[in-house]
T-cell receptor, first 113, second 111 residues
Framework: DVKVTQSSRYLVKRTGEKVFLECVQD?????MFWYRQDPGLGLRLIYF???????EKGDIPEGYSVSREKKERFSLILESASTNQTSMYLC????????????FGPGTRLTVL | DAKTTQPPSMDCAEGRAANLPCNHS???????VYWYRQIHSQGPQYIIH???NNETNEMASLIITEDRKSSTLILPHATLRDTAVYYC????????????FGKGITLSVRP
């Protein structure tokens, strides 16, 4: 069974703080993704990575950066958190290739005060 | 630019089949239909996918029309735990493809 874990289920930060969200997968998957989910807007892709040290912007990358130093770990960074980044953040991993089954973590609910 | 259209919600009785429709009239020949679901407060979960043939697994069946412009996800015996948001997604399969989640359909299973 694929397991995707995220460092926190709930996080509260203050405006201007630097925030790190960590995601780890245990299935040697090539591809990893960060989404945010907001009521009425569905899931929106922030960044994804298809290899170590590789990253590509998703649909809403502004205000975020990512890091993938090791294959199993994909970090989302909020350089200076703002209140409009209060959201549910979901990480996913995927083997890549001809089947695109993404496996999601449980999510991190981030509140920025 | 939504590739799929789903009704916002539906309900069904526990133990009955739940048939969830999806329209994807602009699907191209090499695009797959994927279904995921998201139970409240959890991450999305893969259910099933298909290209043109009908598919079945331990969770559900996927029926794709011959012209591939629509599909139906069937949960044969819905339980209360199947209450969730179900997402129908059309995507190219292959390296680095991205999934675009729409708003999905909220299925409520009533006792």
């Amino acid at each position: 069974d694929v397991k995707v874990t995220q460092s926190s289920r709930y996080l509260v930060k203050r405006t201007g703080e630097k925030v790190f969200l960590e995601c780890v997968q245990d299935m040697d998957h090539e591809n990893m993704f960060w989404y945010r989910q907001d009521p009425g807007l569905g899931l929106r892709l922030i960044y994804f990575s298809y290899d170590v040290k590789m990253k590509e912007k998703g649909d809403i990358p502004e205000g975020y950066s990512v890091s993938r130093e090791k294959k199993e770990r994909f970090s989302l960074i909020l350089e200076s958190a703002s209140t409009n980044q209060t959201s549910m953040y979901l990480c996913a991993s995927e083997r890549g290739g001809t089947t695109d089954t993404q496996y999601f973590g449980p999510g991190t609910r981030l509140t920025v005060l | 630019d939504a590739k799929t259209t789903q009704p916002p919600s539906m309900d069904c009785a526990e133990g009955r089949a739940a048939n969830l429709p999806c329209n994807h009239s602009t699907i191209s020949g090499n695009e797959y239909v994927y279904w995921y679901r998201q139970i409240h407060s959890q991450g999305p979960q893969y259910i099933i996918h298909g290209l043109k043939n009908n598919e079945t697994n331990e969770m559900a069946s996927l029926i794709i029309t011959e012209d591939r412009k629509s599909s139906t996800l069937i949960l044969p015996h819905a339980t209360l735990r199947d209450t969730a948001v179900y997402y129908c997604i059309v995507t190219l399969a292959g390296a680095n493809s991205k999934l675009t989640f729409g708003k999905g359909i909220t299925l409520s299973v009533r006792p």
